[in-house]
Every structure is written in C-alpha cells, then in structure tokens.
C-alpha cells in the first residue's frame, strides 16, 4: 500500500513539473495570439472581453469553435446565470463574441 | 398532459423571443452521444441526448431548460442473455431568469442544484471529461434538481477577485418529471481570474424526511495561458463523506490545437466515499468506495470528442472490479429562427 501511494506522489510530481515546464517554454507563443474566435481564446486574446470569456467560459468547459453573433446574445445570457458575471462583464464578453 | 404544457410553453417562448429585438435569437446548444461502460463482466450502453434552449426575452428575462433523454441497454441478466433496453426522459432545468441588477439574477422553476461545482457546472455529457459522475456528488445535491426560487450573482466583480452567490430554497415537489425534495442552501465562492483559481463553500439544509445539513467545499484551477485543469470537491452529510479530484492537460502546446497530439488530453480522476450511516434514497453507495480513474480524451473536429478510460474500483465487503468506459460526444449550437448569419 506504502509503494503505492510513494509511486502515485512521484507520478503526480513528474506530471506537474512537466506541464510547468511546457507552459514556461510557451508562454510567449500563447501571449501573441491576437484572434478572436472563442477557441482562440484559449490561448491568450489579448482583448478584456476574451480574457473574461476564456476566465470565466474556461472554468468549466473549453470554448466553442465558433458563435455566429447572432447565437452570441443568448449565449452570453446564459453564461451571465452560470457563471455569475457582472453586467458590465456581460457586456465586455458580448462585445468580444460579437464585435 | 404534460407534455402538451411543455409544448405549448415553448411555443408561447418562441412567439415572445419573435416579437422582441432581433438579437434575441433563441439557440438550441447541448450534447449527444453514446457511451459504452463494462463493469466486471457488466457492459452497458447508453445513447444520450441532452438539448439545452435558452431564449432572452428583452433585455432582462432568459428562459432556460434542459433535458436528459437517455437509453440504458444491457444484457437480461447482467453479463447473460440478450440485450434489452429502457428509455428515460429527465427534465434537468426549466427556469426563468431575471437579471435584477449587475449583482442579483432571480430565478424561478426548476433548477440544478447548486451545491458544489459538478452538478451545476460539469454534468453535462459535453463538459464532463469523464462519462460518470463522482459517487460522493450526490451529496447535498437532493437527487440533482430543485423546484423553488434562486437568488444568485457576484457580491463584488473586478479584475482581480470575484466574491460570487447563491441562494435558493426548493419545495417538495412529487409531480411526475418535476420531483424535488424541501431543501434550503447556498453557495459562496471567490474567484481569482488573474490565478484562474476559485475555492467556494455550500450547504444544504434538508427540510423534509430525515433532516440533515450538507455541507463542502470545491476548488477549481485553469491556469492562465495553460490547457490543463484542476478541479476537485469535498463533501459531508449524514449519509458519509467523500471526495473527488480530477486533472486534465491537453496537449496543444505540441503542434497547436489542431494537430494530431495537441487534440489528444490525458485525464486523471481519483475519488473515495466513506459510508457513515445507511439512509434510504439517497443515491450514494451503500459502502465504502475508492476508484483511481485515468482517461484519454480526443477533440476531432466539428465539436465531436471520443472518450476513453479505465479506473479500478474497491468496494469494502465485495469484489474489486476494473471499469472500461468509450464514448463519443457532440456538441451542437445553432439558432432557432431563421435570419442572416454575419
């Protein structure tokens, strides 16, 4: 049982400094991202509405690979409720989704 | 008789939705899929459809549901005999939605119940990186769904943390599709969006049958600029205590999202129930329980995701056994009126 869970711990160590790791050698990639599809949010739009989309949507779940701006406003109603958003963070979000 | 109610509720929803702006346009999102699971030497089945609408009337009211259509199918006898099949069909939520202030929505109807994070936040088939849920979520969630009112939203919002609520008190309700138990609880969490980091607390208060307070705690971490994921729950109540864990890390920093292996996301889920006392009905295993979980998850294209994971379960006072589960998952969102798509 003690083998077990000393073998458990050193895997669980292995795997954290690996994905630290990857995530330090491409921080910078990420950082440069500039699109403003949902999915793109993800890896670092620099707008405040996609830093909240991909804050708050990603907490959950990954984004969409897209939302037509007409599917937008529902969409973003709905997150408001789930994810507890602020009107005014709403409206940044709103605003990324359908510029 | 009740699903001509549905009908024609939904019907009047999308006469209202019609009448109002333009860029109310109701969507019709969710998930489907089929899901494979063998147990020992069990194997089941389950084909799942779980429509989500959502309909903004003007600017302050939203309507929401959410259904579970779901095929259970298995052998007669277990591991013998032909297949059979039993259909069931859950109306998860139908709520309406009033968005009070920047800090305060109201919602009536019926709700999941916000206790934790995976019953609200990750049970849908298309969130959840596993097929299952925890065996300790069933704690201080009173069956899943709640029929009463709800007062929720962030106490203080700014870019550095968010303090977010909820409230709510449910009736007993023993209307077929509609059943909810009298219960009263709340949720308190804190969000740190720089960290991507959220800890919260819940309680739940059963006001019916054997009365008993639930309460637990969740933490949630999605690492800024990182596709990986942190999520966990701890849970007590009369019945026991338990608690689950889980991470992903997909691995698209290896070629991007689209390539071959950055479409690929190991998971890894460990979880354990601690049976206290026996209550009838209340959902969770009848002793104690630990499974060890690791997965494969792969992201094709057009929102389809294929499943795959095998855990170890020990059960106290019975055989151990291994659990496979495949599964395949889609994703939908469109529009439910007909217009230009810019």
Known sequence: MRRRIFAAVVLVCMWSTFVLAVA????????????????????????????????????CHNPPESISPREARAVVRHMRVRAMLSAEDEKLILKFLAP | MGARVLLAFTLALFGLSSASAQSDTPILSGG??????????????????????????????LVES???????????????????????????????????????????????????????????????KFQDAPAMAAIGIAGGYSDGFMLRGALISNDRYVVNYTTYFSTLSTVNKFESERTFGARLGVFLPRLGLEVGTSYQRKLQDQRMNSVGTHLSWTPPGLPAEVKGEWAHSLSGHGYWIQGGYRLSQFGGPDSAIGRLEPVFRMQQFF?????????????????????????????VRLNASYGRQFISQSTDVNVWEFGITYRFLFPLLPGESK
């Open chain 2, 66 to 128: 959410r259904a579970d259509l779901r095929g259970f199918i298995s052998r007669e006898n277990g591991s013998t005999g032909p297949y059979q099949g039993q259909f069931f069909g859950t109306l998860e939520y139908l709520q309406l939605d009033y968005n009070a202030n920047s800090h305060l929505t109201i919602t009536a109807g019926r709700f999941l119940t916000p206790f934790g994070i995976f019953n609200e936040r990750i049970s849908a088939i298309w969130i959840n």
């Open chain 2, 275 to 303: 049976r206290s006392r026996l209550i009838a009905g209340d959902s969770l295993p009848s002793t104690n329980v630990r499974r060890p979980e690791f997965g494969l998850n792969y992201y094709l294209p057009r929102e």
């Open chain 1, 24 to 59: 330090q050698t491409n921080a910078k990639r990420s950082q440069n991202d500039s699109k403003s599809k949902p999915s793109d949010a993800a890896t670092g739009s620099q707008t405040d509405g996609g830093k909240l989309f991909q804050a708050n949507c990603g907490r």
């Open chain 2, 32 to 61: 489907a899929g089929f899901f494979s699971a063998t147990q020992g030497d069990t194997t089941f089945f389950q084909p799942v459809v779980a429509p989500v609408l959502v309909v903004p009337l003007g600017e302050k009211w």
